[in-house]
């Protein structure tokens, strides 16, 4: 089983920039997809951004498009999610995952704990 620790959350301001990481241990990251979903109090959880083994393949939700980046790096078991230009509606608990197929998101299946990403305006 694979275990997943999301780190760089934090505060910034509306149309900074946060890049969050995502390191995987007990299984090697490029046996799957990736993915990074968030959720914000009494809303759904999104998916946000999914990237394939190989990381040529990359989704992203409509709302980021442009200004949220996905990348990994396989021999460093790790994947990224670069943010910039932030919106204080972009504010949630942003969690990472690993699964079967980088667009879709029911293929998703070992989630990290999480990281608060707080965006003020």
């Known amino acids: 089983q694979v275990q997943l620790v999301e780190s760089g959350g934090g505060l910034v301001q509306a149309g900074g920039s946060l890049r969050l990481s995502c390191a995987a241990s007990?299984?090697?990251?490029?046996?799957?997809?990736m993915g990074w979903f968030r959720q914000a109090p009494g809303k759904e959880r999104e998916f946000v951004a999914g990237i394939s083994r190989s990381g040529i393949m990359t989704y992203y939700l409509d709302s980021v498009k442009g200004r949220f980046t996905i990348s990994r790096d396989n021999a460093k078991n790790t994947v990224y999610l670069q943010m910039n230009s932030l919106k204080p509606e972009d504010t949630a608990v942003y969690y990472c995952?690993?699964?079967?197929?980088?667009?879709?998101?029911?293929?998703?299946?070992?989630w990290g704990q999480g990281t608060q990403v707080t965006v003020s305006s």
């Open positions: 995952a690993c699964g079967a197929y980088y667009s879709n998101r029911q293929s998703y299946h070992y």
């Open positions: 007990g299984r090697t990251l490029s046996e799957y997809a």
